[in-house]
T-cell receptor
Framework: QQQVKQSPQSLIVQKGGIPIINCAYE??????FPWYQQFPGKGPALLIA?????SEKKEGRFTISFNKSAKQFSLHIMDSQPGDSATYFC???????????FGAGTTVTVRA | ETGVTQTPRHLVMGMTNKKSLKCEQH?????MYWYKQSAKKPLELMFV???????ENNSVPSRFSPECPNSSHLFLHLHTLQPEDSALYLC????????????FGPGTRLTVT
């Protein structure tokens, strides 16, 4: 049973566009929501993370929006660049548990 | 060398072979993990070690056998694998098993023929 559902599976945007990736969860005990970025041939790397006490978090061009009542969170990539082309994974865990439940990933392609 | 390293980066093995994957972390972390990454699927947690002790075995078939001789090294011994075991195997580490920030290695691309 997949605990975190991620969409879309892939998306293509032009340089400067804003790709948006959505994730939904059911487990209300989840209290930590990280996003990982993975380039081909590399392992996933932590990009940005949010806890449910805030509705939005920005780090550079990356923004997480969090809707606790809807049990959804999303990643926005502002002013996207070709170097942002990668696979993005959302994840969630509960109570500091090491068990991260991952989404299936979204492959983002930014065309120059 | 820094971060989490894995060797080999690519491995092709027959179903009757025995091979081992190696992971080393240079971050001073106490917890290490093995994940399986298959195309279009979420990462699957396989094993967790905390201070060299196995704390999680996520219903992994016995043809996968982990070993953690110390907090810096983690092995995954493979034997009698099946073609469906072909995947990217990722190692990760974190400061301790209760912390959320996990740092991943580049993975070993395994192909079982």
């Amino acid at each position: 049973q997949q605990q975190v559902k991620q969409s879309p599976q892939s998306l293509i945007v032009q340089k400067g566009g804003i790709p948006i990736i959505n994730c939904a969860y059911e487990n209300t005990a989840f209290d930590y929501f990280p996003w990982y970025q993975q380039f081909p041939g590399k392992g996933p790397a932590l990009l940005i993370a949010i806890r449910p006490d805030v509705s939005e978090k920005k780090e550079g061009r990356f923004t997480i929006s969090f809707n606790k009542s809807a049990k959804q969170f999303s990643l926005h990539i502002m002013d996207s660049q070709p170097g942002d082309s990668a696979t993005y994974f959302c994840a969630a865990s509960a109570g500091g548990d090491y068990k991260l439940s991952f989404g299936a990933g979204t492959t983002v392609t930014v065309r120059a | 060398e820094t971060g989490v390293t894995q060797t080999p980066r690519h491995l092709v093995m027959g179903m009757t072979n025995k091979k081992s994957l190696k992971c080393e972390q240079h971050l001073g972390h106490n917890a290490m993990y093995w994940y399986k990454q298959s195309a279009k699927k979420p990462l699957e947690l396989m094993f967790v070690y905390n201070f060299k002790e196995q704390t999680e075995n996520n219903s992994v078939p016995s043809r996968f056998s982990p070993e953690c001789p110390n907090s810096s090294h983690l092995f995954l011994h493979l034997h009698t694998l099946q073609p469906e075991d072909s995947a990217l195997y990722l190692c990760a580490s974190s400061q301790d098993w209760g912390r959320d920030e996990q740092y991943f290695g580049p993975g070993t691309r395994l192909t079982v023929t």
